[in-house]
């Protein structure tokens, strides 16, 4: 067969199961039959180095979140270098959310939330070590950042935000309301 007539039914076949025209069993049937097998290789390939860069990813962000917990309760750092680290440590974890692929949706919203949470930890972190005893200021930290978080959950339809905001803002109150 022609070279680019084969091109042409192998696009053809690649449109119909994207497009779900025909089931992808057949549609990988045809490709094999129509490429000689050398099409399903390559996209095998692709498909597990997504899969590998996916849980490495998830690796990583996980680590950089336990090493953050680590350096700011249980080490003696001082508390600059603790920000520092976890600083960094946080925008790592945006920058893989940040390039996270489209497809992997709740994975970049859970990633962005492990971000967040950083921050948060960070933030709250800072204010108990400057003013340990200054119960409304770390209130209203934390009010800052759960009305930041319901902010962007309701923007960017992103419920991790906005179920953590809520239950941030319920227990603050019944914080408040216990004292």
């Not at 970049?108 to 400057?130: D, R, S």
Request: proline share 1%.
């Amino acid at each position: 067969m022609d070279e680019k007539r084969k091109a042409i039914i192998i696009n053809e076949i690649k449109y119909w199961r994207e497009s779900k025209l025909l089931p992808s069993q057949y549609c990988d049937f045809l490709l094999t039959l129509y490429s000689e097998g050398e099409d399903l290789e390559t996209a095998d390939s692709g498909k597990r180095f997504r899969n590998i860069r996916t849980i490495y990813s998830f690796i990583i962000v996980q680590l950089s979140f336990v090493f953050t917990a680590l350096v700011i309760y249980f080490t003696d750092f001082s508390n600059g270098l603790q920000m520092l680290i976890g600083l960094t440590f946080s925008i790592i974890v945006l920058i893989i959310a940040k390039r996270t692929r489209a497809d992997a949706f709740f994975l970049k919203q859970f990633y962005y939330f492990i971000g967040a949470l950083i921050l948060f930890l960070l933030t709250i972190e800072w204010v108990v070590h400057y003013n340990s005893t200054n119960n409304l200021l770390l209130s209203a930290t934390i009010i800052l950042h759960c009305v930041f978080w319901l902010f962007a959950g309701l923007k960017w339809k992103m419920r991790f935000f906005t179920i953590s905001a809520i239950l941030g803002l319920v227990v603050l109150g019944i914080f408040w309301l216990g004292r």
